[in-house]
């Protein structure tokens, strides 16, 4: 192994020992909460919107408060899903306790975006807190300014192609940007840009 891989695993392994709790992989909850969202009614999806509701953390929000900039968007996918799971155990306070979370949350997008912001954010975060907002105008919710000419700039880019390759990075974000299922083509496995979100938004539209 040459100087070049150790160095690179020596600071995974420095990276995952200070991970709360140790770099474990799981379920999506972004994901989740976009599938359920797109499947478009609760009747055959109770465990799973039970499964969200779950993973939901004692400060209201979705994610690991060891990545901050990480939780906006399973937060903002999560309240999203349950606003139609209302009658479900725990799903209205769930709801209740989501938007607390975001009305407490400094906008990390108010002035700039940060360096380290999550791939896609550009995308992903404005088309959320519109959905929200359509939903909850009334609450003061955290508005992602700094992102909005960065996605206005990739929707004119994405608006000039009629569709994009297999493989293309911003296929893996678009369900926040898709409007038509003719813009994207299932890889041979079936799915939009290996994302369990695109691919349940680009079936509902299909």
């Known amino acids: 192994m040459n100087a070049l891989s150790e160095q690179i695993l020596s600071e995974l392994r420095h990276l995952l020992s200070e991970m709360s709790d140790g770099g474990s992989v799981g379920p999506s909850v972004y994901d989740t909460a976009r599938a359920l969202q797109f499947h478009g009614t609760v009747t055959g999806r109770q465990d799973a919107y039970a499964w969200l509701i779950a993973q939901q953390q004692p400060d209201g929000g979705w994610g690991s408060a060891d990545f901050p900039l990480f939780r906006h968007a399973p937060t903002w996918a999560a309240l999203l899903a349950l606003q139609r799971a209302d009658p479900l155990p725990g799903a209205a ?21 940060p360096e380290d912001a999550p791939i896609g954010a550009e995308l992903i975060l404005p088309q959320l807190c519109g959905e929200a907002a359509s939903l909850l105008g009334g609450v003061a919710f955290p508005r992602h300014p700094a992102l909005l000419p960065l996605r206005q700039a990739c929707l004119v880019k994405l608006g000039a192609v009629a569709t994009l390759p297999s493989g293309h990075p ?23 840009g290996i994302s369990p979100a695109a691919t349940a938004a680009w079936r509902a539209h299909a």
């Open 93 to 113: 306070d769930a709801v209740q306790a989501a938007t607390r979370f975001l009305e407490r949350q400094p906008d990390p997008y108010a002035q700039a975006v």
């Open 170 to 192: 911003l296929l893996h974000s678009w369900e926040a940007w898709g409007t038509s299922p003719t813009t994207a083509c299932p890889d041979d496995y079936g799915s939009i």
